[in-house]
């Protein structure tokens, strides 16, 4: 497959943005087993899915308020102090990006679970995302990886042929349900290891 890939597809959090709701409740809570519990049975990151995959955030921010009252303020954090959640760009990665625009041999997409409502500050933010072709949001498709659906929206939209693609993202569920629809796979485990991949692709040289 190395010779064959025309198409690059980047996940953007994790991958090439850091984002860590960490960076907020790490002040929040001063006890790192209350931050955990909130994480695993309050704010949790199926929760958060759930407005990447379109549900507005007010609204999901007012029920868990009801269902956890003695943590409303953290909860109203989650979304209220979101932009202190990005890190900033995962720089290392973003040289690669660059790189592979430079050739010019490779269609650039990306394919993100991200709130409708937040992904503007995104793309103010970071510049690098207009070295994409397309960008397919989540929450903006009212889907979320990894439901096949859509990965075949960026597909069929973008005229991808899934056998000459590679996907990368930082989640191996993720990248294994790109797998399945006929794609290459790269679980994103840091920079370094991602160029190494690429280059046995021959994606980069």
């Known amino acids: 497959m190395s010779s064959k890939i025309q198409t ?3 996940d953007l959090g994790g991958v090439l943005i850091d984002w860590n709701p960490e960076y907020v409740f790490r002040e929040i809570f001063k006890d790192e087993a209350e931050m955990r519990h909130f994480f695993q049975e309050v704010c949790t990151p199926e929760w958060n899915v759930q407005q990447d995959a ?3 955030l007010a609204a999901a921010t007012e029920e868990k308020a009801r269902e956890f009252p003695e943590y409303e303020s953290a909860i109203r954090a989650y979304y209220g102090r979101w932009q202190q959640m990005l890190g900033g760009p995962i ?3 973003v040289r690669i990006l660059e790189q592979i625009h430079a050739r ?3 269609r650039l997409y990306a394919l993100t679970n991200w709130s409708q409502e937040t992904f503007p500050i995104a793309q103010e933010r970071f510049g690098f995302l207009e070295l994409f072709e397309g960008i397919v949001v989540s929450g903006r498709e009212k ?5 096949p659906r859509i990965y075949r929206t960026l597909l069929h939209r973008y005229r991808v042929n899934a056998e000459t693609a ?3 993202d930082d989640l191996s569920a993720n990248v294994e349900a790109a797998r399945q629809l006929g794609m290459a796979g790269i679980h994103f485990q840091g920079a370094e290891r991602l160029r190494a991949q690429l280059e046995a692709l021959e994606v980069l040289v």
Request: hydrophobic residues 45%.
């Open 166 to 168: 590679v996907f990368i």
């Open 104 to 106: 010019g041999n490779h």
């Open 54 to 56: 379109g549900r507005p």
């Open 91 to 93: 720089e290392a990665s």
């Open 143 to 147: 889907l979320a990886k990894p439901d």
């Open 8 to 10: 690059v597809i980047f």
